[in-house]
């Protein structure tokens, strides 16, 4: 092999595979302590890789699923949105830009503790992040414009989300209560001192029936 070609397969848009891109970003996570500090990472961006995160949380690589959950962690590690609203794999030395269907992560699991102002909502991601929401992780509602159906979505780190998964908002609707805020009644779900309103509790009701 030719010292370019040899280069260029050390990159992440030059792996030939998911075998070649989980031995780049092991390296590039092992080169700290603790996660990945892709934050603080500069690097030129250096095209866009054939990788896709579907609604459901499945990660594809040249069209074919990732059935490995620890590599999928191993991707979801070094995994970085910026500005522009396009999320990036980010190593120190590149980033390549990847396709998100709608949110990266998958809230999968959640755990409510507490209560009063220790009340917690406890999450669990596909890829093994645990967060607690709260003011650094607040929760978001949207109504979907195609089914009317309500998505929350879970601050995780930087600028990445998680999609509450269907069963777990049902969890939701469960740990949530009824408060005033600005002279309408709303559903509201508390976490750490803060207060997340979901909607008029009045249109939840009509959404339920």
Known sequence: MSQENTSRAE??????????????????????????????????????????????????????????????????????????GKTYLVTPVEKVGIRVEDAPFLAVEMALTGSGTERALTFRTNVGDVVEAGPDHPLRFVVDARTGGLKPYLHVRGRLEALVARPVMYDLVEAGEEAEIDGRTMFVLRSRGAVFPVMPADELQRLSQ
């Open 11 to 84: 990159t992440l848009s030059g792996a030939g595979d998911a075998a070649g891109l989980e031995a780049l970003i092991a390296r590039a996570a092992r080169s700290g302590k603790g996660a990945p500090p892709v934050e603080r990472w500069n690097p030129p961006f250096c095209g866009d890789l054939d990788m896709e995160i579907r609604a459901d949380g499945t990660w594809f690589y040249l069209g074919t699923p990732i059935g490995r959950p620890a590599l999928v962690r191993l991707f979801s590690s070094v995994l970085r949105k910026d500005e522009d």
